[in-house]
């Protein structure tokens, strides 16, 4: 353990943005789109990237092709089914890493694949060993494993590793743990594994990257994440946001958090999946202050509502002073001195109540030439005395 706690082990990013983000609903990448969203990945030093579903055919296995051939640093990955078809396909994507899904609770093995669990542990031995014969490494998904039977799971494991798995992946596929059970899963299931564990979380009920931080306290050193939290229904672990809070704790992983809001505009523009402005570390105003006790604070001092660990120019951002309903004294007198207008208290406590119905009027932050509107009002009469 680190002194702080934490433990030793690293945590090695894996991304699979161009696939289960792109299984988001209503999302599709055109080549362009894919090759940017790669090259971008790859320079923002991503170790590991699954590049598509061989399954899909000729066109997605030549572009596959094409992107790991581009890759300077990430090792590129191909997702199977378990089936002898799917690996066949991965054989001439030239890339030599490829995961293969293999759902482990019964309401998958019986509800979807139409199989029974012995079923499941043959064609996993089968398959991994072919693939391994073939020179590939193998990487085995648990799919559904927050609902599967932690035996079974253990069993699926033993197949894999007996036959050369390389790494163990348990998904939460309906993203149903919370950070309590996702850390309890991981600590009862590493030893019975055997093999290393990737972690692969879904947001639908908004604890994807908590769960991921949970898994990989809890001994996971691979965590399965996509930029901007893209994927199916809710979506994964964002990223961003598992690479800022990994290293916001002395954990490196690798990547340049400064090359990060380029990455995720590329891939809300690519997606067409616009970010929230309160995304995490990269929506447009997650490092703007408004209330005039924070403003008045961070002026005094920026440590007092800004954190080294969360601070903008840790992502390559700046931090955003702005006016509004709930701005005080101090930012509006130091937002008129920035204007060039004049900053005195008399005129600030004029304008305040001005300001405010403004904003109130407008709901959006208020502009140099709001405020310049606002001064060239003519004072208001005071209000009759009794
Ligand atoms: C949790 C996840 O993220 S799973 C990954 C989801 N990703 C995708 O679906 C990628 C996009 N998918 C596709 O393009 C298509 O669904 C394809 C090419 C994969 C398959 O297309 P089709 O042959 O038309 O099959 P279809 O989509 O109708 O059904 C899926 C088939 O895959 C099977 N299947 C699903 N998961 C697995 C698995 N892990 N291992 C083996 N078979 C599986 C289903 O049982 C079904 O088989 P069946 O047709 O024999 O009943
Ligand atoms: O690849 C896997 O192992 C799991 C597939 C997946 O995306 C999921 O279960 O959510």
């Keep these: ?41 790859d320079a923002a030093g991503v170790p590991e990237m699954e590049l598509g579903v061989v399954a899909m055919g000729e066109e997605e296995l030549a572009e596959i092709r094409l992107l790991a051939a581009e890759l300077t640093r990430a090792a590129p990955v191909v997702w199977c089914r ?6 066949a396909l991965a054989m001439r994507s030239g890339v030599r890493r490829v995961h293969v899904a293999v759902p482990v609770s019964d309401r998958q ?8 669990r012995a079923d499941v542990l043959t064609a996993t031995a089968g398959l991994v060993a072919a693939a391994t014969a073939q020179g590939m490494q193998v990487s085995v998904g648990a799919e559904d494993a927050s609902r ?26 309906l993203g149903l743990l919370d950070p309590v059970e996702t850390g309890a899963l991981v600590r009862a299931l590493l030893p019975r594994l055997g093999l290393p564990v990737e972690f692969h979380a879904h947001n639908d009920f908004g604890m994807a990257t908590a769960n991921t ?19 199916e229904r809710a979506g994964n672990a964002a990223l961003e946001e598992v ?26 523009l690519a997606s067409g999946r616009p970010l929230p402005a309160a995304k995490p570390i990269v929506g447009d105003m997650v490092f703007a202050h408004e209330a005039g006790i924070h403003v008045d604070a961070i002026l005094k001092r920026a440590d007092t509502y800004e954190d080294p660990r ?15 309903k709930h701005s005080g004294l101090a930012g509006l007198r130091a937002a008129l001195a920035g204007h060039g207008l004049p900053d005195d208290e008399a005129t600030a406590r004029r304008l305040l109540p001005h300001l405010r119905r403004l904003a109130i009027r407008e709901k959006r932050p208020l502009t140099a030439a709001d405020l310049a509107r606002l001064l060239a009002e003519p004072v208001p009469a005071p209000p009759p005395q009794p």
């Design 1 to 41: 353990m680190l002194p702080d706690g934490l433990p030793r082990h690293p945590a090695i990013l894996c991304d699979t943005t161009l696939r289960d983000g792109e299984q988001t609903a209503g999302v599709a990448f055109s080549l362009d789109e894919k090759r940017a969203i790669a090259r971008a990945l």
């Design 82 to 87: 378990l089936r002898a078809g799917d690996l």
């Design 109 to 116: 093995i019986d509800g979807k694949l139409r199989l029974t």
């Design 148 to 173: 599967g039977d932690p035996a079974f799971i253990a069993a699926v494991a033993a197949a894999a590793r007996g036959a050369g798995a390389i790494r163990f992946r348990l998904a939460d596929t």
């Design 213 to 231: 931080l949970a898994a990989w306290r809890a001994g996971a050193t691979h965590l399965s994440v996509t930029v901007n939290g893209l994927g």
């Design 243 to 268: 690479a800022a809070a990994l290293e916001a704790r002395g954990i490196a992983t690798g990547i340049a958090l400064p090359a990060l809001p380029g990455l995720s505009a590329l891939v809300a």
């Design 310 to 324: 969360s601070a903008p120019a840790r992502f390559g951002r700046s931090r955003m002073l702005v006016l509004g």
